[in-house]
């Protein structure tokens, strides 16, 4: 917790490396459906909208649809401070995954964390606009897998915030053109949805463990 990686994980706040304890596959396991819990408490994001009308379910996945101009950006910020869950001694942190973002966004994000002194519990994988597009690809598998091993390993309760999933999107429709695969509607690979629920669908709750992954 407290760290910054880039979007294939490597450390980019000069903290000096990570000693791993346990190495992951970052494309996870596909969660066994009868070790699958029942969600039935909530994580409390401040923001009434959510709160009141769409609950954000722990364990389960949220998604927040926005467009061009809008302040996506404050919102997924305001969620990390205020987000918090009722239990009192239960462990809860925030695995942040900012994709194809510019430069002064993710030192918006950065300051923003810092200042209102939710670092602590938060980790970070930050991918620029200017990087590679196969590291794009790989950041919310990065953060997915760190949320996994800090749910199901340390007993936390995790919330993953991935923005935004269509500059993930943007960066799958490049790679597969340059690979020439078959595009299909607006250019997208065929198997976009598929794809997209490989990493919706590591979100959950399981017995053989006291954490949760929610998205």
């Given at each position: ?6 979007g294939a ?5 000069g903290?000096?490396?990570v000693?791993a304890?346990?190495t992951?596959d970052?494309?996870?396991?596909p969660m066994?459906?009868v070790?699958?819990?029942?969600p039935?408490?909530?994580?409390n994001?401040?923001i009434?909208?959510i ?7 722990r364990?389960?996945k949220?998604?927040i649809f ?5 302040s ?5 910020v305001q969620?990390?401070k205020?987000?918090?869950?009722s ?10 995954a900012?994709?194809g973002?510019?430069n002064?966004v993710?030192d918006y994000?950065s300051h923003?964390?810092?200042e209102?002194?939710v ?14 597009i196969?590291?794009?690809i790989?950041t919310p598998r990065c953060?997915?897998t760190a949320a ?6 340390q007993?936390m309760?995790?919330?993953v ?14 790679f597969?053109s340059?690979?020439?695969e078959?595009?299909s509607r ?8 598929s794809?997209?629920a490989?990493?919706?669908e590591?979100?959950g709750?399981?017995?053989s ?6 998205q």
């Amino acid at each position: 917790l407290g760290r910054v990686f880039n979007g294939a994980g490597a450390p980019v706040d000069g903290l000096g490396p990570v000693f791993a304890e346990k190495t992951m596959d970052i494309n996870g396991l596909p969660m066994n459906p009868v070790t699958r819990v029942y969600p039935r408490n909530y994580i409390n994001t401040g923001i009434s909208a959510i709160d009141c009308l769409s609950t954000l379910i722990r364990g389960q996945k949220l998604p927040i649809f926005s467009g061009p101009g809008m302040s996506h950006d404050k919102l997924a910020v305001q969620i990390v401070k205020q987000a918090h869950i009722s239990d009192a001694d239960a462990k809860f942190c925030v695995v942040f995954a900012a994709m194809g973002v510019k430069n002064d966004v993710a030192d918006y994000f950065s300051h923003s964390f810092e200042e209102a002194g939710v670092m602590d519990r938060t980790v970070m994988f930050r991918n620029l606009a200017n990087d590679p597009i196969i590291e794009r690809i790989l950041t919310p598998r990065c953060a997915l897998t760190a949320a996994e091993y800090l749910a199901f390993e340390q007993n936390m309760h995790v919330l993953v915030i991935m923005t935004d999933v269509t500059a993930y999107c943007e960066a799958l429709r490049e790679f597969s053109s340059s690979k020439g695969e078959i595009p299909s509607r607006k250019g997208y690979p065929g198997y976009l949805y598929s794809d997209l629920a490989s990493l919706y669908e590591r979100a959950g709750i399981i017995r053989s463990a006291h954490g949760s992954v929610t998205q």
